[in-house]
């Protein structure tokens, strides 16, 4: 598959950026490593070997320690020293001092705190995750955003964090935030952070499907079993030419959480045709 040879190309393209400290550079051959490229580039490997891909042992130890000494050193900044604590989490190797160190000093970033909880959850300590991130907003007036930032991509790294911290509901509103974001053809994003929603997407749908959907949907009485092992099931309610005022009632037979979206379509009747242009 198509998906299966860019991982793979990806993997292997790694290869020509690396330097001797083994950092990744900005461009392959470039003389200065690049702390959030690598940071990344190890988040990407590990998501890679998570889903069952080769990645190769030695580009990834080495990464690892460089990683590790560019959290270690506070003059790197918060943002990166987050993200890199939250890469090496991922990986199986947390830096629990440097962790709490960040966590205790002020002035931290709020993106910065987010990727820090993300550690903290990955270190197996989702209720201190849930502590860091009680009330704590993920976009808000200031668009000076670093390392390829933007409102979306902190959007998207909170709804990774919800979801790694089993708050549903609220992954679920930035989700449906965040699709709204990627569907519309006149916002845009950049590469960074289409791939940050994406992935941050993924995890939640997977999440939220757990058993699928098990439930059962009353209307103008009828009633219609909504049943499926995916995370969405769709019923169409109301026939062509059914009208008048109708009451919903849904069911949720399941164990898994379920959020109900419903739309109506039509044509007006003849007569009450309202003129509208677009473009």
């Not at 190309?9 to 461009?27: E, N, V």
């Amino acid at each position: 598959a198509l998906g299966d040879f860019n991982i793979q190309a990806a993997i292997r393209r790694l290869q020509s950026y690396r330097r001797s400290d083994g950092s990744l550079s900005y461009w392959p051959g470039a003389p200065e490593a690049s702390p959030f490229g690598s940071v990344y580039a190890l988040h990407f490997l590990q998501e890679a070997e998570n889903a069952g891909y080769a990645v190769p042992a030695e580009l990834k130890k080495s990464l690892s320690g460089y990683v590790s000494s560019v959290v270690k050193d506070s003059k790197a900044g918060d943002f990166v020293r987050a993200y890199g604590l939250y890469a090496l989490a991922l990986a199986g190797q947390p830096h629990r001092g440097v962790m709490n160190s960040l966590r205790s000093a002020k002035g931290e970033s709020g993106d910065a705190r987010w990727l820090l909880a993300a550690a903290y959850a990955c270190d197996g300590k989702a209720d201190l995750a849930r502590e860091m991130i009680a009330g704590l907003p993920y976009q808000g007036g200031d668009t000076r955003y670093g390392y390829f930032g933007s409102e979306d991509r902190n959007k998207a790294i909170a709804l990774k964090v919800y979801t790694l911290v089993g708050k549903q509901e609220e992954a679920f509103k930035v989700a449906s935030d965040l699709a709204r974001s990627l569907s519309d053809p006149t916002h845009y994003m950049s590469t960074q952070s289409t791939a940050w929603a994406l992935y941050a997407m993924c995890d939640h749908a997977l999440s939220a499907s757990g058993n699928g959907i098990s439930g059962l949907a009353e209307f103008g009485g009828k009633s219609s079993r909504l049943e499926t092992d995916k995370s969405v099931v769709s019923q169409m309610l109301l026939e062509d030419g059914e009208g008048g005022r109708k009451t919903l009632k849904l069911t949720n037979n399941g164990k898994n959480a379920v959020y109900a979206v419903t739309s109506v379509t039509g044509i007006p009747a003849a007569g009450e045709e309202k003129a509208q242009q677009s473009g």
